[in-house]
């Protein structure tokens, strides 16, 4: 019975993970399924008070979140943010009192992931030609990219390039950790070919801050490589690091950006090199008004509305755009409180994957921190449960097979 309830807890991890990628609004289907069978399955013996002091700051942010209601006229807007960030809480609370199960499946895991992943783009792109006559699009759009085209026509399925894009670029890392392992030769151009088809797929997707985050995955892996090869091999990989770097430049959104950068200077208007500009100066005027509480969960949204409105900043007006960085976001809903709280939430398990060389714990944060910086990641919930699942998993379960055994 407990291998039959092991299976269908994988199957339900497995669905999450699909939907992270292909239709975020089934999400909570079966993050339900887990959370019931956790709680049939979790044995009395893991409630141990000093298992729950990892997530002590996580749970500090959410429940800075909950308190911050209490000052917000808008009870409704406040609460939408509290449900879709309730999994900050319930997933670290099921990762930690099912250890047992995270722990003896932790490979089937990080495998299941990938497959997610890859499963996800052959949806995309079935999907694509399925309802997309591309040869009739490059006959009436002859002076369109092919690329454009793809983009233009959605390949994405309406979800948010940059969430997928991080999930794919999180599988990459996987697919280079199992590496490590020993494969057969058949395995290694397999799982090469998988890193080359989810590249092209991000690069597609074409999200600025994904494109930067792979930039910093191959700086590291590069770095890495550095330190164990013989000099030929470094002149190497670095010519074929800065050529892929000065192609990415010129062949993406950033190419637009510099010329914007480049009008900029000469204009001195600094709010033109990029849209996000004048949201976080407006994120900034909002948190500056209440620095150290914040304006609450329910009212900072609103008020950021207003400061958009009263700065003639009418596309973000119009679209209700949020703060497009989650630590403003945050320092808007509750100050410099909430804000201190959300980078402890990073630095403490930054500062341990460093000391104790956890390369999937530091990657993951990595990559987390710089898409924080572009996208206000936990007003979703697909960035909610990709961040709280991952942050748990690798932070409270995956390396703690290895400190048991240098304590035994």
């Known amino acids: 019975m407990l291998k039959i309830l092991t299976y269908f807890k994988l199957g339900f991890i497995f669905l999450i993970f699909i939907f992270l990628i292909v239709s975020y609004k089934y999400l909570q289907y079966p993050l339900a399924g887990l959370l ?57 609370l099921i990762i930690i009192m099912d250890e047992e199960f995270y722990l003896s499946n932790k490979k089937r895991i990080l495998d299941i992931f990938v497959s997610a992943s890859l499963l996800g783009i052959i949806i995309f792109i079935t999907r694509f030609i399925y309802l997309v006559n591309l040869h009739y699009l490059i006959e009436k759009y002859g002076k369109i990219t092919f690329l454009g085209i793809i983009r233009w026509l959605d390949i994405s399925n309406s979800q948010h390039p940059t969430y997928i894009s991080l999930a794919f670029l999180f599988s990459i890392i996987l697919i280079v950790h199992s590496f490590s392992e020993k494969s057969k030769y058949y395995w290694i151009i397999l799982k090469l070919t998988s890193i080359l088809i989810v590249l092209i797929f991000i690069y597609i997707l074409n999200s600025r801050a994904l494109l930067l985050s792979v930039f910093a995955v191959t700086f590291f892996y590069v770095f890495k490589f550095l330190l164990k090869y013989k000099r030929v091999y470094i002149y190497i990989t670095l010519i074929l690091f800065l050529f892929l770097f000065s192609y990415l430049m010129k062949s993406s959104r950033f190419s637009q950006n510099i010329e914007q950068i480049k009008s900029s200077i000469d204009t001195q208007n600094y709010e033109n090199i990029d849209a996000r500009f004048s949201l976080w100066i407006d994120a900034v005027i909002v948190w500056k008004e209440k620095a150290i509480f914040g304006h609450g969960i329910g009212d900072a949204k609103h008020r950021l509305l207003e400061i958009h409105q009263n700065r003639n900043i009418e596309e973000a007006f119009v679209n209700k755009h949020n703060c497009h960085n989650q630590f403003l976001e945050t320092a808007t809903q509750t100050g410099a409180i909430g804000l201190i709280t959300l ?44 961040f709280a699942f991952w942050y748990s998993f690798l932070w409270f379960v995956y390396y703690k097979d290895k400190k048991i055994k240098k304590l035994n």
């Not at 749970?59 to 309730?86: A, D, M, P």
């Not at 936990?378 to 449960?385: C, S």
């Open 36 to 92: 019931i069978l956790s709680l049939i399955t979790i044995k009395k013996d893991q409630f141990k008070i000093s298992n729950f002091k990892l997530i002590f700051f996580l749970l500090g942010f959410f429940l800075l979140n909950l308190i911050s209601l209490f000052y917000s006229e808008n009870w409704i807007e406040g609460w939408k943010t509290i449900e879709t960030q309730i999994s900050l809480v319930l997933l670290p």
């Open 343 to 386: 980078l402890l939430v990073f630095a403490i398990p930054f500062y341990q994957s460093i000391k104790k060389k956890q390369e999937l714990l530091f990657l993951f944060l990595m990559i987390s921190f710089i898409n924080f910086l572009f996208e206000s990641m936990l007003q979703r919930i697909v960035g909610v449960v990709f």
